[in-house]
């Protein structure tokens, strides 16, 4: 999805929850075929009911370092890209969670 923003075309992509082997592995995947500027995910309400949000802050913290591998299916990828914008949605209060995250970027 484009979206235009004071003149600026933001490359934005919403990435799928499931567990964190998996959103690494797509990370990898949508990276090979294009840049992205700002990656979104979605906690709904019944998300994080078989994984913890700590495990998921965890890639959310190597997304921001611009830095992923996944190793899923004995098939190492690596994505090295410029530190995108994470755009976390939810109805839940995270801010027990924000512990994860550095704030510098």
């Known amino acids: 999805m484009n979206v235009n923003q004071n003149e600026t075309n ?3 992509k919403k990435l799928p929850l499931d567990k964190p082997d998996l959103l690494c592995m797509m990370v990898c ?3 090979q075929n294009e840049d992205v500027d700002v990656f979104a995910l979605d906690f709904t309400r019944t998300f994080g009911e078989d994984t913890p949000l700590s495990n998921l802050f ?3 913290e ?3 370092n611009g830095y992923v591998v996944s190793a ?3 098939s190492p990828l690596e994505s090295i890209f410029t530190n995108p914008y994470v755009i976390i ?3 839940q209060d995270i801010s027990n969670y924000c512990n994860y995250l550095s704030f510098e970027r």
Do not use: A, P, Y
């Open 10 to 12: 933001l490359r934005i």
């Open 29 to 31: 995947k949508i990276l």
């Open 58 to 60: 965890q890639v959310v």
């Open 62 to 64: 190597e997304i921001k």
């Open 72 to 74: 899923m299916f004995g």
């Open 89 to 91: 949605f939810t109805n």
